[in-house]
Structures are given as structure tokens and as C-alpha cells.
């Protein structure tokens, strides 16, 4: 079956200190991969969409410099989180889409202090 | 770009009460409908998946409802029950499939 795992599954920063998280899709290929956050007692907001062969397009709020994205196959993303503050806390969900399909991973809930 | 409204934000329902939540969406090229639900810590669990097609659709102990013309997307759990507390959210998407806009959520609490 299809599955999206990300790592890590929760993670603790430093304020001004930038972290890393994955996103890889098993069982199918993800010819586009978005990322959401969900802020504390919020919703999920898109940040960024990346299809293969495509540009990665960026939500407003949201830009390359603060959050760069790598796709460069159809099983594996990953993003980054520079330079992280107070309001970068939440779950950053993997949105993996093949064909009229997309499925989500388990999360990467990041803390900041 | 779409919007999404959901409503309502909170929803208390004693055990074996129906739970009605509702989300309206700007977009008439809307095709995916999506319902999540989210436990406490939790991700996001699909709960069903509607095409623009379908106007009715009956999942395990829930209805999920589609009105095109009134571009609305409801979800009714009949018979609540306490595992049924949880955030669940609506979502949208264009035919591409690719990118999702969610409602801001409902929290449900089901009570004994």
C-alpha cells in the first residue's frame, strides 16, 4: 500500500536555529509534494507545492528563503525551517500526491524555545 | 484562491446525539472533498473522500453530504459516540488534486 513516512516525528529547536525534516513516499510515486503547517489550535495552511518538473510554488506568507524545499525524486522531500522562531512551532504535515490520490505522513511537530 | 469556511468551531453532543458540521467553499471548480479527523497530538486521519460527483455518501457511523449549487459540504456523525471527540477538518481541492485548502476546523466533544 501507499505510505508517507517524515522524519523527525517531533523535534526541538533553539530559537534562531534552523531544522530539517523529510518526507518519503513508499508504494507509489509522488509526483507533487505539499507542505502544511498547523499552528497550535489552528488550521492546516499550505506553505509551499512542489511538482516534479515544476517550479515550487510558494504561498503567500510563505518563501524560499525561510522555508527551502528539495523534491528531487518521486519517493523523497524535504524541507527546512531557517532560522526558527516562536511562531514556526506546530505539526508540518507531507501531503504526497500520485494520480487523483494524495496521502499524508504522521506529522513533524516542531517546538521551539 | 478558494476559501473555506467551516462551522461550527466547537461542538458539544451527548453520546448517541448526531454531530452536524458544515463547510461552504468559494471555488466552483472545487472537484475533491475531503473530511479529517485529528485526535489530540495526533495527524490527520482520512475519514472519506468525496468526488464533485456524488452527492451522498454514507461512511461507518457518519453521512457526508455535497451541494454543489450551494457549494456546501457537510458532515453528520449519527450516534456519537466518546471516541468520536476529536478536531475534524474539511478540505478542498481543484481537479489537479495537489493542493488541499482546509476549513479552520471544528473541535467535537462527545459526552457520556
Known amino acids: 500500500g501507499a505510505l508517507v513516512y517524515q522524519y523527525p516525528r517531533r523535534t526541538i529547536c533553539k530559537s534562531g536555529t534552523s531544522m530539517r525534516m523529510e518526507c518519503q513516499a513508499v508504494?507509489?510515486?509522488?509526483?507533487?509534494v505539499a507542505w502544511y503547517r498547523q499552528s497550535p489550535q489552528k488550521t492546516f495552511e499550505l506553505i509551499a507545492l512542489?511538482?516534479?518538473?515544476?517550479?515550487?510554488?510558494?504561498e503567500q506568507n510563505f518563501t524560499q528563503e525561510k522555508f527551502p524545499i528539495s523534491h528531487p525524486n518521486l519517493s523523497f522531500s524535504s524541507m527546512t525551517v531557517l532560522n526558527a522562531y516562536l511562531e514556526d512551532r506546530g505539526l508540518y504535515l507531507c501531503?504526497?500526491?500520485?494520480?487523483?490520490?494524495?496521502?499524508f505522513g504522521p506529522g513533524t511537530r516542531l517546538t521551539v524555545l | 484562491g478558494e476559501q473555506v469556511e467551516q462551522r461550527p468551531p466547537h461542538l458539544s453532543v451527548r453520546e448517541g446525539d448526531s454531530a452536524f458540521i458544515t463547510c461552504t467553499y468559494t471555488?466552483?471548480?472545487?472537484?475533491?472533498f475531503f473530511w479529517y479527523k485529528q485526535e489530540p497530538g495526533a495527524s490527520l486521519q482520512l475519514l472519506m473522500k468525496?468526488?464533485?460527483?456524488?452527492e451522498i455518501n454514507e461512511g461507518q457511523g457518519f453521512t457526508v453530504l455535497l451541494n454543489k449549487k450551494d457549494k456546501r459540504l457537510s458532515l453528520n456523525l449519527t450516534a456519537a459516540h466518546p471516541g468520536d471527540s476529536a478536531a475534524y477538518f474539511c478540505?478542498?481541492?481543484?481537479?489537479?488534486?495537489?493542493?488541499?485548502?482546509f476549513g479552520k476546523g471544528t473541535v467535537l466533544l462527545v459526552s457520556p
Open positions: 501531503g504526497a500526491g500520485g494520480y487523483a490520490e494524495q496521502f
Open positions: 508504494g507509489f510515486q509522488a509526483t507533487s
Open positions: 512542489s511538482t516534479v518538473n515544476s517550479a515550487i510554488k510558494y
Open positions: 471555488d466552483p471548480n472545487s472537484y475533491y
Open positions: 468525496v468526488f464533485s460527483s456524488t
Open positions: 478540505a478542498v481541492s481543484d481537479s489537479g488534486y495537489n493542493k488541499l485548502t
